[in-house]
């Protein structure tokens, strides 16, 4: 007789970071598809079904008018509403509703998004020692760019033209800097005072050079104000982070390669809360992924590309101003050929993300 001498702490200690990357992106969905759900409801549009995954159904509950069902793969969902993409005589009927609430019901999945990632930013300050600013409190041994005129006490307002929300955005747009000269707008004495051409320390990875930020900030201890402020404007930063990598991807700055999609981001998630460390500092960093994943999924879901929200919310303000729609079957076939060209671009990020794994 063969017995199998199992360690399941060991299986549980490199299965659990999975699970809970596999469990934040369910919440990233969820939300997002409930966002959708709760405004159809409330404007009384028939759903057929709301669904948490794709593929094959693998729990499914009828309940009223509504199939609620979990599906196979955690890499979306989904709600079908009665005449949503196809003509219907049903009074409840997307397609029957006003413009004004087809617009809120789209729009809502996004911008519940947004608004979970303002709230678990939130969070994570109030779990930190100290909340970020954008005055820098002192500057490490043998730095460059105290010798370009940066002070101790400078607010930093602007980096390359680009406005700074909060302390996230001084890093990210110090990293997109190609030669090293880089123009800082600070407030100094209550004044703003333009520095041209700051140098800083640089070092390679990967076979590319960047910016080493050779300041520390000032940091203060979270309060009700500083924590409610600082949500809101380190999401800001996000924001600027998404759209900013946006345009680096289609100005060719960066390639392909270094996009990741659901694959890709729960084995990120998974590695880094695997890291020797603490418990709480693991959740801690685990609600840091879902912050900056759930706010980059409700900007990429705005942009106005067929088959995303975004797309559909194009058509509805177009129909506003028209004050008629565009004919169904013309903008079926725009999210038709927009969804094909889309699983196009998830099945190649896919492949590159399981690449990347081994």
Not at 26 to 41: D, L, N, R
Not at 72 to 83: A, H, K, N, R, T
Not at 123 to 144: A, E, Q, W
Not at 255 to 273: D, F, K, L, N, R
């Amino acid at each position: 007789m063969f017995f199998i001498n199992l360690d399941i702490g060991a299986i549980w200690t490199n299965v659990w970071p999975y699970l809970l990357a596999i469990f934040l992106f369910g919440v990233i969905i969820g939300i997002h598809e409930f966002g959708h759900f709760f405004f159809a409801k409330l404007f009384k549009v028939k759903v057929n079904e709301f669904a948490l995954g794709m593929g094959p159904k693998i729990i499914k509950k009828q309940i009223g008018e509504t199939l609620y069902s979990l599906r196979l793969f955690p890499i979306g969902g989904f709600v079908s509403m009665e005449g949503e993409d196809e003509e219907s005589d049903n009074e409840r009927a997307f397609g029957k509703k006003p413009a004004w609430q087809r617009f809120i019901i789209i729009a809502a999945g996004a911008v519940l998004n947004l608004v979970l990632g303002v709230v678990v930013v939130g969070i994570c300050l109030s779990c930190n020692d100290l909340v970020g600013t954008k005055t820098i409190d002192s500057f490490m041994s043998g730095s460059i760019s105290q010798n370009s005129g940066l002070q101790a006490g400078d607010e930093i307002v602007k980096i390359n033209n680009t406005y700074v929300y909060s302390y996230k955005g001084i890093a990210f747009n110090l990293v997109r800097d190609t030669d090293n000269k880089i123009d800082i707008t600070v407030k100094r004495g209550g004044e703003k005072v333009e520095l041209k051409d700051v140098e800083f320390k640089q070092f390679e990875y990967d076979g590319k050079k960047y910016i080493q930020q050779d300041f520390y900030i000032v940091g203060e201890h979270p309060t009700i104000k500083n924590v409610i402020v600082n949500s809101v404007l380190d999401s800001a930063s996000i924001v600027q982070m998404v759209r900013l990598s946006l345009v680096d991807l289609v100005t060719g700055k960066y390639g392909m390669q270094e996009v990741s999609g659901p694959i890709g981001t729960i084995s990120a998630i998974a590695e880094t809360t695997a890291e020797p460390a603490a418990f709480s500092d693991k959740i801690l960093t685990a609600l840091t992924f879902l912050s900056m994943i759930t706010i980059n999924v409700g900007v990429f879901n705005l942009l106005p590309i067929p088959a995303l929200d975004g797309g559909r919310l194009f058509f509805i303000f177009i129909e506003m101003i028209r004050r008629k729609p565009i004919p169904a079957k013309r903008e079926g076939i725009v999210h038709t050929v927009g969804l094909v060209l889309l699983l196009l671009f998830m099945a190649v990020i896919s492949v590159s993300d399981v690449i990347k794994l081994f």
